[in-house]
């Protein structure tokens, strides 16, 4: 007996120890991908880096990109366009417009009506939809029609039958190459369009072309760039705004230049001895920007590969996918996520404003983390895992953000406001003196997403300095880019406005 229960004893230790063995084998496994996965953070993290001083050296390269596009055609990454656009609204406009914007995921139609001042702005009507996926990849004709019959249906809501000469601002958030305040030619699609036979072809005729064929009264009377509206919007209510960013699903910035800078446009016509010129920053480009694998990929996978290169950072369009490879990736790597997610796999399926969603997540448990990841097929994933993604949200945003605080320090720097000394940084032997300067800032992603306005507000204050960064204002708004498009229209001398409808 004595025997057996030394032989028990001895098997029941085996035993013991060989389940200790596999415990600790399975939690060192365990560590073992979690260190992985945590390495991976770490590498995004230094790839990520924006230190001050790289920041201050992407001001410098911005503001020389800069007067490289106005030298000449093709010499900057910047194209750095005219936009006839010399006489902005001062809150003496009268009469009744619209403009239509077409922007990257939506289009807005709008009424206002001015009586001559400022306090006096009376949008009357606006209307925003969401454009369907298939016309992004459809014809003109198609694209062009469908906008004139959404604007047929909303003048004919007015229900005035007075046959009403209607003139209209085009608000147009592409690139392109215009010849006046009311035409232009499309340069390329950005944003996910990709209408290849609408190259060259001039907008403002495009979309007069629709409205006709629809029997409409309706004078396309000119084509402006988002960012220029915004400038419109801000300016006719603060004179003090000089330049304009819209951080939508796209990116891009425009401002106020004196035309004797502009070279490459021997003898600009203008009377203010000034011009608005816009950037498309987009496709600014500098070996100093903190460019990762997970941006390689995307640009490689994108519909226009080596191009728009610093949109694919800081636009609200990408944000989302560039979280979503390195959660892939991680998932690749280590099965703290589970079972690789098919739809995890889908590129573009985590949009920014689930990133912005999970970032901000107060809950104790993050809900709204396990929630958003349940919709990418991963579930059941412990608190720490859901912590890890945030921190992945606040990586790759603040980066973003703090990229897109460089680049409206460079438009300052390249007009003499960074405090610098002298535009594009020529030192001055007397003390400047700052003056105010507003920067008008419009779209969802400053304006819906806390962390990265917060981000971006901290890292302008850092690059510029507290004496100089209490001159400068960030002034967000909405519908600025629609509105000031009408503001513009009104404000053209060659405008004929109509009665108030």
């Known amino acids: 007996m004595g025997k057996v229960l030394v032989m028990l004893t001895a098997v029941a230790a085996v035993v013991a120890c060989s389940v200790a063995t596999v415990m600790v084998r399975r939690r060192m496994k365990r560590r073992r991908k979690w260190r992985k996965v945590v390495g991976i953070l770490k590498d995004l993290e230094e790839a990520c880096e924006t230190p ?8 410098d390269a911005v503001a020389v990109e800069m007067q490289a596009g106005l030298v000449s055609e093709g010499g900057s990454k910047l194209k750095m366009l005219l936009t006839f656009v010399d006489d902005l609204p001062n809150g003496s406009e009268r009469g009744t417009y619209y403009a239509l914007h077409l922007g990257g995921s939506y289009f807005r139609i709008i009424r206002v009506h001015l009586s001559g001042q400022r306090s006096s702005l009376d949008v009357q009507d606006i209307e925003r939809h969401s454009i369907p996926t298939s016309l992004m990849n459809s014809t003109s004709e198609v694209l062009f029609d469908f906008l004139a019959s959404s604007l047929q249906r ?3 809501k007015e229900g005035n039958s007075q046959a009403v000469k209607r003139e209209l601002a085009f608000t147009f958030s592409f690139p392109v190459k215009q010849t006046s305040i009311s035409s232009g030619v499309l340069i390329k699609w950005t944003k996910g369009f990709a209408i290849s036979e609408m190259a060259g072809e001039d ?23 988002d960012t220029v509206g915004a400038l419109s919007f801000g300016h006719y209510h603060d004179p003090d705004t000089i330049a304009a960013v819209v951080f939508g699903t796209g990116s891009n910035a425009c401002y106020l230049e004196r035309t004797d800078a502009i070279i490459k446009c021997q003898n600009p016509r203008t009377t ?16 100093r920007l903190p460019r990762t694998s997970y941006d390689l990929e995307l640009d490689a996978e994108s519909m226009n590969s080596n191009d728009m290169g610093f949109e694919k950072m800081i636009g609200g369009m990408y944000l989302g996918d560039i979280v979503r490879r390195v959660i892939l990736r991680m998932s690749q790597e280590s099965d703290i996520f589970g079972p690789i997610s098919s739809i995890l796999s889908t590129p573009f399926v985590l ?23 349940k919709e990418l097929g991963v579930s059941e994933v412990p608190l720490k895992v859901r912590k890890l993604v945030v921190k992945i949200c606040d990586v790759v945003t603040r980066r973003a953000a703090r990229l897109a605080a460089a680049g409206i320090t460079g438009i300052l720097k390249k007009v003499g406001r960074d405090g610098s000394g002298g535009e594009g940084g020529r030192k001055r032997s007397h003390k400047q003196i700052m003056r105010r300067t507003v920067v008008a800032v419009e779209g969802g992603l400053y304006l819906n997403y806390k962390m990265f306005r917060e981000y971006m507000d901290e890292a302008l204050g850092d690059i510029l300095g507290g004496k100089v960064a209490k001159h400068v204002v960030i002034k967000a708004m909405e519908d600025g880019s629609s509105i000031g498009s009408a503001l513009l229209l009104a404000s053209s001398h060659s405008v004929q406005t109509i009665p108030s409808v």
């Open 203 to 225: 907008i403002s005729e495009c979309l007069q072309g629709a409205l006709n064929k629809r029997g409409l009264d309706i004078r396309v009377a000119a084509l402006v760039n």
């Open 351 to 373: 949009r920014t404003n689930s990133v912005s969603a999970m970032h901000e997540d107060d809950t104790p448990e993050l809900q709204e983390v396990a929630k958003i990841l």
């Open 272 to 287: 203010s001895g000034s011009m608005v010129v816009n950037m498309e920053w987009g496709n600014f480009w500098s070996s």
């Open 52 to 59: 001050l001083g790289r920041l201050r050296q992407m001001v």
């Open 154 to 156: 909303f003048i004919e």
